[in-house]
């Protein structure tokens, strides 16, 4: 029977007349009737199982599969001022819109599977069944379900590996592996796909696509343009090929290889994409187009013709933009400023782009050594632009430098201002200070009328006319400081300065709080030390409540603002001497900020030398010669290097400037003096975890010997104290403890060590961390166990703790965002604080369980610019789930959690 049903097959096969879906109506019936077994490996069994699993299941799903990338892709923002995204996968919110059309995918395939599969002997027989496992995996991703995903697609690699789809699901695991944020698990994937030499060349496309996107998150763009041209060149669907032409362009324009991304945003119009690409291409071939080509001049007029198209009525901010680009690179920096105030007036909408512009103002003023100028340009944009644009983080960086220098600066002239004023005759004062009121009043009073006069005019002009306001009012001398004109500052810029009024009406009514400039404070990232970013944070307190003080000074009649301003000029030596010291640390920190934070290492030496010209025997006088030496060495300037390098090296041969300037490997001699106290702190750790408790004290003194002040001191004297608690009475215990706390208030060993104290202080029956009457430290394990539970599968969060006496809240938080963003973004990570007791509690939420909230943990430890300029021995971090979280947050004894989180997690 079976014979002369093959024979049958046979015949059919062999007439050229049937489609396969005749095909599939004849066999459909012959192969049910003769046979359905999966698990008999016969002609006909395959046959039947190929056809049905291919047209029953698999052909619907994968239309459900592609409809819904459609509808993925259509939702997906393109966002034109960044590079583009290579992919159009949108949001894990807006996916949520195809969630039924691939839950209704994911079951067809699974039916096919259950029905169809022929697993027979270690080889599945039915050819369809890996198509429907990897259909299975994009359905999960595209629905960014990604932990899914990446289990079918290692399931598919792992599987078939005799399997040419192997290949698509290695390439689609390497892109869930991005999603997830494993991009060293990707980059094993990449290297591994690249010198395999049986990849089908039916892949190539996407996995050049894939590897450009790998790079691209890398920031790697030589590799990524290298991988993108063999996708745009590979690919033959065509939007694909004009997307990655695109991106391509944009690469090469970032490169500052202007000639290739002109000629491929050309390209890019001719193939006729949709208008928004089209505008963008037009907009951005015309800022990389070379001057002295034939085309130049026709650039310039497609752009002229674009603003007098009403189409483009929307887009005039970016057309604007288009054309301060083209007089940037014509050297004509005056008209690229002008075309920008344009852009900035026509951006009604587009507040990105608003930013941009304002962006670019700030760059032209900087780079003019306008630093007050570009200050309040970096302002607006880091107000305006959206937190997920790439450079952000610097943005907001370079914002805070320029507004700690321009800070200062102004100290500088407001302290020479009240100086040049203490030097008048009482009567002089009076007649000076009668002159700013009423020069005030006259101002606000002016504001005033204009303001009324503006409500009557539409808010898109109105906007338009007071930028233009800003930018051509004349230059009042109270507004720099100067020690003449018709005003000065008595507190600071943003107190009772000459325009408040007008300040408000430029940029914003913004709320009197602490960084009121920042549109998203949080993500605040401050230069320098944890020392000056504790000033820092002490400065913004005080300068708030000078804010706060300022306006309601602004709100007094003449005479009470008069009496105010008389009494803050310095009459006494005292309070001369005062405002003098006010000026040397103003002075000192602008040349740092210069030096440091801005790499302006000329107006850094000016500013550095007026200080020791007018405060020739300062407390800073050795750093300033090193900061003078390091200068003119980045000017250049040999003769002068040379001068404060002598000076150093006579005056000071002792001093760590004079070792450091004299030894080349002075660093490199300091890192491995730190290997080697890591290794001595390591063994002491073993010996304490091995009871060797005498020993462990007798290293920590030894440690006070060889590596005095090391930033590993807390943690020794952590542990002798511990080894204190094993070995001696509970006075001397408490005593040590005590020590800790005092010494290192600032790191995460005090929190631990307050925590213990506290309970030793109110022991209870049930809960004590000391034992009276074996007069011990006993171990919290029983306890702990008791508390908390093990559940290493469920939700778990990454908490972060240190003292609130450190300013690392705002930052640290900030900065968790970034390293969220960069390597979590499908993740959807929240982070929250809390501050309890003294202590900061900082929560990163959640994970799926245990094990990706310790990579998480790795991740973070790895990154050096999580933690940079801060000390990282002051933060605690451990993995924990929500339901022992709740526990935690009441009992708030870390050590008792710490014992239980050793004992169970491995």
Not at 505 to 532: I, Q, V
Request: one cysteine or more.
């Amino acid at each position: 029977m079976q014979k002369k049903v093959i024979s049958y097959l046979y015949n059919i096969f062999t007439l050229k007349h049937f489609t396969r879906i005749k095909l599939a109506l004849v066999l459909t019936p012959v192969l049910f009737f003769v046979s359905c077994s999966t698990k008999k490996n016969t002609v006909v069994n395959r046959a039947y199982h190929n056809l049905t699993a291919h047209y029953n299941g698999y052909f619907n799903a994968r239309e459900r599969v592609k409809e819904g990338t459609k509808t993925l892709a259509a939702s997906h923002t393109d966002h034109y001022d960044r590079i583009l995204d290579i992919f159009k996968y949108g949001t894990e919110v807006k996916a949520k819109a195809i969630h039924p059309d691939m839950d209704a995918a994911i079951k067809k395939s699974s039916i096919v599977i259950q029905r169809h599969s022929m697993f027979i002997n270690g080889k599945e027989r039915c050819r369809w069944i890996p198509d429907n496992y990897l259909l299975i995996g994009k359905a999960q991703f595209l629905k960014h379900d990604f932990w899914n995903a990446l289990e079918t697609f290692q399931y598919v690699a792992s599987t078939y590996k005799d399997n040419p789809k192997r290949f698509e699901g290695l390439i689609w695991l390497m892109q869930t592996q991005m999603q997830l944020g494993k991009m060293a698990d990707a980059e094993y994937l990449l290297d591994y796909l690249k010198s395999e030499k049986e990849f089908p060349s039916r892949y190539k496309a996407l996995f050049a696509a894939v590897a450009a996107d790998f790079y691209l998150k890398k920031d790697n763009h030589p590799k990524a343009i290298e991988q993108l041209n063999q996708a745009a060149t590979l690919t033959k669907v065509r939007a694909d090929k004009i997307r990655y032409t695109y991106i391509l362009a944009q690469l090469y324009q970032k490169t500052d290889s202007n000639e290739k991304a002109f000629a491929l945003y050309h390209r890019v119009i001719k193939m006729n994409p949709d208008y928004e690409m089209t505008f963008n291409a037009l907009i951005n071939r015309a800022r990389s187009f070379d001057i002295n080509s034939a085309d130049a001049s026709q650039v310039k007029n497609e752009l002229f013709k674009m603003l007098k198209d009403e189409k483009n009525k929307e887009y005039l901010d970016q057309i604007y933009y288009a054309l301060s680009g083209i007089s940037m690179r014509e050297k004509d920096t005056t008209q690229a400023f002008n075309y920008l105030k344009e852009s900035v007036a026509a951006s009604t909408s587009n507040t990105n782009q608003k930013g941009i512009s304002y962006l670019e103002m700030g760059e032209i003023s900087f780079r003019r050594l306008d630093f007050r100028q570009a200050q309040l340009y970096y302002d607006s944009a880091a107000t305006n632009i959206a937190s997920d644009y790439p450079d952000y983080v610097i943005i907001q960086n370079k914002k805070s430098n320029l507004s700690r220098l321009v800070k200062n600066l102004n100290i500088i002239s407001r302290g020479d201002s009240l100086l040049a004023l203490s030097a008048l005759t009482e009567a002089e004062q009076l007649s000076r200070v009668n002159e700013i009121v009423e020069a005030e009043d006259k101002e606000a009073q002016r504001l005033k009328e204009e303001e009324a006069a503006q409500k009557a005019k539409e808010q898109e002009e109105q906007s338009n006319q007071q930028f233009s306001q800003f930018q051509n009012q004349p230059n009042r001398e109270g507004v720099t400081g100067s020690t003449t004109g018709s005003s000065w500052y008595f507190y600071n810029q943003s107190a009772i300065s000459f325009g408040f009024s007008e300040f408000v009406k430029k940029w914003g009514n913004r709320k009197l709080e602490d960084n009121w400039r920042r549109s998203s404070k949080e993500s605040m990232a401050a230069f320098g030390s944890p020392e000056d970013e504790e000033a820092q944070a002490r400065a913004d307190s005080i300068e708030a409540a000078e804010r706060a003080l300022a306006d309601s000074i602004r709100q007094l009649n003449s005479e009470a603002r008069k009496k105010i301003y008389f009494d803050n000029i310095p009459k006494t030596t005292t309070q001369k001497d005062e405002t003098n010291a006010q000026i040397l640390e103003a002075y000192y920190n602008a040349g740092i900020i210069y030096k440091e934070a801005l790499a302006q290492p000329k107006p850094a030496a000016d500013d550095l030398e007026e200080m020791m010209s007018r405060y020739p025997d300062n407390k800073y006088k050795l750093p300033a010669y090193y900061n003078l030496y390091r200068c003119y060495l980045a000017i250049p300037d040999s003769n002068k290097a040379d001068y404060y390098k002598n000076i150093i090296l006579t005056q000071y041969e002792d001093s760590e400037y004079a070792r450091i300037i004299s030894n080349p490997n002075y660093f490199k001699d300091a890192q491995r003096k730190t290997a080697i106290m890591q290794v001595f702190y390591e063994n002491t750790y073993r010996a304490f975890l091995n009871a060797q408790y005498a020993d462990v004290i007798e290293r920590k003194s030894a440690a006070d010997s060889l590596f005095p002040g090391s930033s590993l001191s807390p943690k020794f004297a952590y542990l002798r104290a511990l080894s204190i608690g094993y070995t001696q009475p509970r006075p001397q215990f408490e005593t040590a403890l005590k020590a800790v706390v005092a010494s290192y208030p600032r790191d995460s060993v005090s929190i631990l060590a307050k925590a213990i104290l506290a309970k030793m202080q109110n022991p209870t029956a049930s809960d004590s961390l000391w034992n009276a009457e074996k007069e011990t430290l006993p171990s919290t394990q029983s306890q702990a166990t008791s508390l908390y539970s093990f559940m290493p599968d469920v939700k778990h969060n990454v908490v972060i703790i240190f003292s609130s006496e450190l300013p690392y809240t705002n930052q640290l938080k900030g900065r968790l965002n970034q390293f969220n963003q960069r390597n979590y973004g499908a993740n959807k990570l929240n982070t929250s604080d809390l501050t309890v007791d003294g202590n900061v509690y900082m929560m990163v939420r959640s994970f799926p369980d245990h094990t990706q909230s310790k990579e998480y943990i790795l991740g973070l430890d790895s990154d050096a610019s999580v933690f940079e300029g801060m000390d990282k021995s002051a933060f605690t971090l451990f993995p924990i789930s929500e339901q022992n979280f709740n526990k935690f947050i009441i009992d708030k004894d870390i050590s008792k959690y710490l014992d239980f989180y050793r004992v169970n997690y491995p």
